[in-house]
């Protein structure tokens, strides 16, 4: 399967401040998907990303908060800006991965603590 | 609205037990249905399943679509403690988006 790196792992950030989260995948590929897990919840899909355009935001996520860059095929970074407590949740990077017979392979996370 | 429905949302069972996880969908223009497991943070891959019928398996784990009841069951025969996970349930749409489950939290005791 694809080897995506994310960082950082996991962080504690004071409310008001910026965090950026960065995905490196080891091949090109065309787009790149970001999403959150809040506590007990499950994976909602926060923005797909395109390299050369801006990103795609789901229904309840926007750019100011969630801005996000593809400057090439193999790397993207989503920045949760202005945090509060509400945004402490994991936040996930994914690509389709066509050596899993086209399953969806994920970054290994970012658990992030907003105090 | 795009739905994605797991049942149960909590399951304990003791080691050596099989058992079924469920999940239910509605979703348009549905192109796939995904398992993954997620023991930390990560999600990892278990199935794809696209065809009715077509049962996929792989060791313990297996899986069956039925594209015309709109749901999907993954079995996992002889649970070892290893097999403790939240299984997630993911339906894929057109534009390659995922829509997912609440997640089934499978606990084995030994």
């Known amino acids: 399967s694809a080897v995506i790196s994310q960082k950082p792992s996991r962080d504690i950030c004071q409310r008001g401040t910026s965090l950026t989260i960065q995905c490196q995948v080891d091949?090109?590929?065309?787009?790149m998907f970001w999403y959150r897990q809040q506590p007990g919840q499950s994976l909602t899909l926060i923005a797909t990303?395109?390299?050369?355009?801006?990103?795609?935001?789901e229904s309840g996520f926007v750019i100011d908060k969630f801005p996000i860059s593809r400057p090439n095929l193999t790397f993207s970074t989503l920045t949760v800006s202005n945090m509060s407590p509400e945004d402490s949740s994991i936040y996930l990077c994914?690509?389709?991965?066509?050596?899993?017979?086209?399953?969806?392979?994920f970054g290994s996370g970012t658990r992030l603590t907003v105090v | 609205e795009d739905k994605v429905v797991q049942s149960p949302l909590s399951l304990v069972v003791h080691e050596g037990d099989t058992v079924t996880l469920n999940c239910s969908y509605e979703?348009?223009?549905?192109?796939?249905l995904l398992w993954y497991k997620q023991e930390k943070k990560a999600p990892t891959f278990l199935f794809m399943l696209?065809?009715?019928?077509i049962e996929k398996k792989s060791g313990r784990l297996s899986s069956i679509l039925d594209k015309k009841e709109l749901f999907s069951i993954l079995n996992i025969t002889a649970t070892q403690t290893g097999d403790s996970a939240i299984y997630l349930c993911?339906?894929?749409?057109?534009?390659?988006?995922?829509?997912f489950g609440q997640g089934t939290r499978l606990t084995i005791n030994p």
């Open positions: 091949s090109q590929v065309t787009m």
């Open positions: 993911a339906v894929g749409r057109g534009a390659q988006k995922l829509v």
């Open positions: 990303a395109n390299q050369g355009s801006e990103a795609t935001y």
């Open positions: 979703v348009t223009n549905f192109r796939s």
């Open positions: 994914s690509v389709e991965d066509g050596r899993v017979r086209n399953g969806y392979t």
């Open positions: 696209t065809s009715s019928g």
